[in-house]
């Protein structure tokens, strides 16, 4: 299970906006950073901007836009800019991702925890835990597995107490991806037990999302015992 796609971001951003494209955003960034809320609202032009771009097939254009919101905002103090900054990198982090960079990609990722790991938002800590489902995903398709192992481990310990919906998620996320790379090293009893820790602990949540990977951990959970 892989963390949440900057293609599923993007289409939702469209579906609340259908007829944006780049020429109508660039309008609504003016570059005043008057108050928060007005940076906040240009950063989030910014990033529709960029994963529009990144939809037209225009990768370098799309990280370029995330460069510059971490260039303008990235000292800004205000948890809902924060939260977008944090999203830029993450997003770019994925794209680069997508191009075949995965050093340049983890890398990335190690920003946004360095940088954000101890803030206090919800939103914030749900994207730095993104960020790192994403490096341990990435170094397990390395072949790295022992690494990606100790990432997931490294979710789980420090925000597998979390009570947050978006947090929750990506422990359970965590946990999944851990419970397959250890089924693919053919240490099948220990993925069996990571995939019902996943169902003992995130079975009864009330999250649509953390449901569903409490039903993939149930699934293949299944397909390991029939081996």
Do not use: H, W
Not at 141 to 165: L, P
Request: charged share 40%; net charge negative; with cysteine.
């Amino acid at each position: 299970m892989a963390p949440k796609k900057k293609e599923e971001f993007a289409s939702d951003a469209q579906e609340d906006s259908p007829n944006l494209d780049t020429e109508t955003l660039r309008p609504l960034d003016s570059g005043k950073d008057d108050s928060p809320d007005v940076r906040e609202q240009t950063v989030e032009d910014l990033l529709c901007e960029g994963m529009i771009l990144g939809e037209a097939g225009k990768p370098q254009e799309e990280i370029a836009v995330y460069d510059d919101i971490d260039r303008r905002f990235g000292k800004d103090e205000s948890p809902g800019v924060r939260e977008r900054v944090a999203e830029a990198l993450l997003f770019k982090g994925m794209t680069l991702g997508q191009q075949g960079k995965p050093r340049k990609e983890i890398a990335v990722y190690d920003d946004i925890d360095r940088r954000f790991g101890r803030d206090s938002s919800p939103g914030t800590r749900e994207v730095v835990a993104k960020a790192l489902v994403g490096k341990g995903a990435t170094l397990g398709e390395q072949g790295k597995t022992e690494e990606a192992i100790a990432v997931f481990d490294d979710i789980d310990c420090r925000f597998g107490q979390d009570e947050s919906s978006g947090v929750r998620e990506q422990v359970a996320s965590a946990l999944l991806n851990k419970g397959i790379t250890l089924g693919e090293e053919g240490r099948i009893e220990e993925a069996i037990a990571i995939f019902d820790e996943i169902g003992q602990r995130f079975g009864k949540d009330d999250s649509p999302d953390v449901r569903e990977r409490v039903a993939k951990a149930r699934d293949y959970k299944e397909y390991y015992s029939g081996r």
